[in-house]
């Protein structure tokens, strides 16, 4: 297989993968629309193009790290247009899994292969060079480019055809959000009864309540002054919007997604739309007039997986 692989977006995922792809012994060509983004990826060692074919011009692989369906769409499209047989096209998007299935029919028309393979584990474990990825798609394909994702990948599971992939990383953020809103009801109400939060975090963390959310990634933003964003809120929101949809399609209830998009959607609308998605908890600060902090804010290494 060509060490050239096309990365096109290098955002949050994206532009930190591309260090592990150059140690791995890849070349990296890297196509964003973003002067920040490009500039970025340019001191990480990679070359930029202008353009989407400019970037995937030669590469066997192209890698896909984009914000939405429509423009994964897009921009897979305009790569696939170009007929290069046995291309694999790898998106770590999030999208749906109605546009994951077009785009692997698409592929197969033009002799290429696409596999949607979206990654949980957030940026601290893509700088690690750990993330999650879960794949739909052809088996073949997925071996062809094992080589690439074991350079930023600490897990990578085959989860069925063309689809299952965003499928299992929609319901994952699904559980996440509403796992967050959960925690962020539970220890309002336990804090606003006297409880020091530190004292309910401890005991939480050591009972059946606990989770990743509150273990690794809570004292890292929601618990610490700064809160700094990991994973902004309008993404949330529109993951919980495309986990409805695909709900829909399949006539499944969804109660409490319903819920939780509702909260998701407040926090929008009281401008936390670029803050971390943990401060969709600030609709129950707004009512008990008690900022969830603890006194130590400590780091952890653990990742929620987004």
Wanted: negative net charge; glycine residues 10%; aromatic residues 4%.
């Amino acid at each position: 297989m060509s060490k050239r692989v096309a990365l096109i977006g290098a955002g949050n995922i994206g532009g930190r993968i591309i260090s592990h792809l150059i140690e791995g012994g890849y070349e990296v060509v890297v196509h964003d629309p973003s002067d920040a983004a490009s500039r970025r990826a340019t001191e990480s060692g990679a070359r930029t193009e202008a353009s989407v074919s400019g970037a995937a011009r030669n590469a066997a692989v192209v890698l896909l790290s984009l914000p939405t369906p429509r423009i994964v769409d897009d921009v897979a499209t305009r790569i696939l247009a170009e007929d290069v047989a046995g291309r694999v096209v790898v998106d770590h998007s999030t999208v749906d899994p109605a546009t994951a299935h077009r785009l692997a029919k698409r592929a197969r028309s033009h002799a290429a292969r696409f596999l949607d393979a979206p990654v949980s584990g957030g940026v601290q474990a893509a700088e690690a060079g750990t993330l999650s990825v879960m794949v739909g798609g052809d088996q073949a394909a997925l071996e062809t480019v094992t080589p690439v994702l074991n350079c930023y990948a600490a897990n990578i599971f085959h989860v069925g055809d063309a689809g299952a992939g965003q499928a299992l990383k929609l319901a994952n953020n699904q559980i996440t959000a509403a796992t967050i809103v959960a925690l962020g009801e539970g220890l309002s109400s336990a804090v606003a009864a006297g409880v020091d939060l530190n004292a309910a975090v401890a005991v939480l963390t050591t009972s059946s309540a606990n989770s990743t959310v509150l273990s690794g990634y809570f004292p890292r933003t929601l618990f610490t002054e700064e809160r700094p964003t990991g994973f902004a809120l309008d993404l949330m929101q529109k993951d919980l919007g495309l986990f409805l949809e695909s709900a829909a399609r399949a006539q499944l209830p969804t109660p409490v997604t319903n819920v939780v998009r509702d909260l998701f959607s407040i926090g929008q609308r009281d401008g936390r739309g670029e803050r971390d998605f943990t401060s969709v908890v600030e609709f129950y600060e707004d009512f008990t007039g008690i900022r969830l902090r603890t006194n130590t804010g400590q780091q952890v290494d653990e990742a929620v997986a987004t």
